[in-house]
T-cell receptor, first 113, second 110 residues
Framework: DAGVTQSPTHLIKTRGQHVTLRCSPI?????VSWYQQVLGQGPQFIFQ???????GRGNFPDRFSARQFPNYSSELNVNALLLGDSALYLCASSYRDTSYEQYFGPGTRLTVT | EDQVTQSPEALRLQEGESSSLNCSYT??????LFWYRQDPGKGPEFLFT???AGEEKEKERLKATLTKKESFLHITAPKPEDSATYLC???????????FGKGTKLSVKP
């Protein structure tokens, strides 16, 4: 069975640009969550979507947005990139929105120069 | 405020030297405590979920336990391939998101 997939694997952007990251959940999973992980820290929650509705939002600025599509895949968008946005962006899927294990994808490494 | 603290930050063991990693948590209405393993540059790999105090789960050389305030990940006779960062996370209240600790970086030398 395919796990969570993310694209692209790596990305280099310039300050002020916009970026879109993509995630496909495990088949049958209806919830997708996004996390940001900077070096040496644990993942930090950005968004959760369940059945195409936003179910939670972490403490991130409005430059960050996301959506979930009818096939349960998801996009994370970040506008006006800052150097501090450089991180590993992780997508996790689960069967439902709470009380279920979240399975992570390999991540997208974003570097902002 | 929900919080997860892991200790130690780093742990060096000789192959075969058993030890434990600690995860202390503060959360409103624990729904689940999760352990993950993360290799450098990769996404976290799911290991265990614990739901209530007293629960224990095992997988190969790893055993996770849970009390009302903390969880332990016991590593018995570790091998070099167990070297990784081990992350602990909690899910609480009505929220679906995971709150992670900073992780414990484990190095096992042959």
């Amino acid at each position: 069975d395919a796990g969570v997939t993310q694209s692209p694997t790596h990305l280099i952007k310039t300050r002020g640009q916009h970026v879109t990251l993509r995630c496909s959940p495990i088949s049958g999973h209806k919830s997708v969550s996004w996390y940001q992980q900077v070096l040496g820290q644990g993942p930090q929650f950005i968004f959760q979507y369940y059945e195409k509705e936003e179910r939670g939002r972490g403490n991130f600025p409005d430059r960050f947005s996301a959506r979930q599509f009818p096939n349960y895949s998801s996009e994370l968008n970040v506008n006006a990139l800052l150097l501090g946005d450089s991180a590993l962006y992780l997508c996790a899927s689960s069967y439902r929105d709470t009380s279920y294990e979240q399975y992570f994808g390999p991540g997208t490494r974003l570097t902002v120069t | 405020e929900d919080q997860v603290t892991q200790s130690p930050e780093a742990l060096r063991l000789q192959e075969g030297e058993s030890s434990s990693l600690n995860c202390s948590y503060t959360v409103s209405g624990l729904r689940g405590l999760f352990w993950y393993r993360q290799d450098p540059g990769k996404g976290p790999e799911f290991l265990f979920t614990l739901y209530s105090a007293g629960e224990e789960k095992e997988k190969e050389r790893l055993k996770a336990t849970l009390t009302k305030k903390e969880s332990f990940l016991h590593i018995t006779a570790p091998k070099p391939e167990d070297s990784a960062t081990y992350l602990c996370a909690v899910q609480g209240g009505s929220q679906g998101n995971l709150i992670f600790g900073k992780g414990t970086k484990l190095s096992v030398k042959p």
